[in-house]
């Protein structure tokens, strides 16, 4: 199957470098750009990438509300991608936002091409956190500086069975699906199956969204990942 990706930066030469590294994979494909956040949601609109390189600031509309419109779109658009933020700071508070909207993870412009190549199919796949330990560290700084309100999503864990907040536990801890099916004596499959009920029951998107959740709801607190 083959990964539609659209690049969206502000930056030309970021664009072209981007798209011919990410073009010569033979599972990406490469359907679109856009220079700022505006015509980024509408290049997402019309063709329906499974991701979208996003970066945090550009001019006209930055990378965050861009991604908000993307990631909660008006009734009647149902297509709604993953999207990567690209960002050139280690911590920028965009990040954070961006995460809270609901965007699948970020990535340092400075990363090596084979780190933007893994985090696209990583991203498209849902199966896994860009770099579990970094982006983990980061949620858990947010919450900690700029706590949210924890009582709705307290009270949103009751409806998860105990093994479901084991294994959302452990997601939050950054832990791989084989690595919570060999800590909970588990299938792998089974830990998917887990996974899918407790994004479902807590209307959650993907990992990233599972992460912070699990922060706000208490379930786990900066310093307690391992």
Same mark, same amino acid.
Do not use: C, W
């Given at each position: 199957?083959? =990964?539609?990706?659209?690049?969206v930066?502000?930056?030309?030469?970021?664009?072209?470098?981007?798209?011919?590294?990410?073009?010569?994979?033979?599972? =990406?494909?490469?359907?679109?750009?856009a220079?700022d956040?505006?015509?980024?949601?509408? &290049?997402?609109?019309?063709?329906?990438?499974? *991701? *979208?390189?996003?970066?945090?600031?550009?001019?006209?509309?930055? @990378?965050?509300?861009?991604?908000?419109?993307?990631?909660?779109?008006?009734?009647? *658009?149902?297509?709604?991608? $993953?999207? %990567?933020?690209?960002?050139t700071?280690?911590?920028?508070?965009? &990040?954070?936002?961006?995460?809270?909207?609901?965007?699948?993870?970020?990535?340092? $412009?400075?990363?090596?091409?084979?780190?933007?190549?893994?985090?696209?199919?990583?991203?498209?796949?849902?199966?896994?956190l860009?770099?579990?330990?970094?982006?983990?560290?980061l949620?858990?700084?947010?919450?900690?500086?700029r706590p949210?309100?924890?009582?709705?999503?307290?009270?949103?864990?009751?409806? %998860?069975?105990?093994?479901?907040?084991?294994?959302?536990? %452990? =997601?939050?801890?950054?832990?791989?699906?084989?690595?919570?099916?060999?800590?909970l004596?588990?299938?792998?499959?089974? &830990? $998917?199956?887990?996974?899918?009920?407790?994004?479902? $029951?807590?209307?959650?998107?993907?990992?990233?969204?599972? &992460?912070?959740?699990?922060?706000?709801?208490? %379930?786990?607190?900066? @310093?307690d990942?391992?």
């Open positions: 199957m083959t =990964i539609r990706v659209i690049i930066d502000d930056q030309a030469m970021v664009r072209a470098g981007f798209a011919a590294l990410l073009s010569a994979q033979a599972d =990406i494909d490469v359907v679109g750009e220079p956040g505006r015509q980024g949601v509408q &290049v997402s609109r019309t063709t329906h990438p499974d *991701v *979208v390189l996003m970066d945090v600031r550009m001019p006209e509309m930055d @990378g965050l509300t861009a991604a908000r419109e993307i990631l909660d779109p008006p009734p009647g *658009v149902v297509h709604r991608p $993953k999207v %990567l933020m690209l960002t700071f280690d911590i920028d508070d965009y &990040v954070y936002e961006a995460l809270r909207a609901g965007a699948s993870g970020f990535l340092l $412009k400075d990363a090596p091409p084979a780190d933007l190549i893994a985090a696209v199919r990583v991203v498209a796949s849902g199966e896994a860009l770099a579990p330990s970094v982006t983990r560290r949620i858990a700084d947010f919450v900690q500086q949210a309100p924890r009582k709705d999503p307290a009270l949103r864990l009751n409806g %998860l069975t105990p093994r479901e907040t084991e294994v959302l536990e %452990l =997601i939050a801890r950054g832990l791989s699906n084989r690595e919570i099916a060999g800590h004596v588990l299938a792998e499959q089974t &830990v $998917k199956t887990h996974i899918g009920r407790v994004l479902g $029951k807590l209307d959650l998107r993907d990992r990233a969204q599972a &992460v912070i959740f699990a922060y706000e709801a208490g %379930l786990v607190r900066p @310093g990942a391992g």
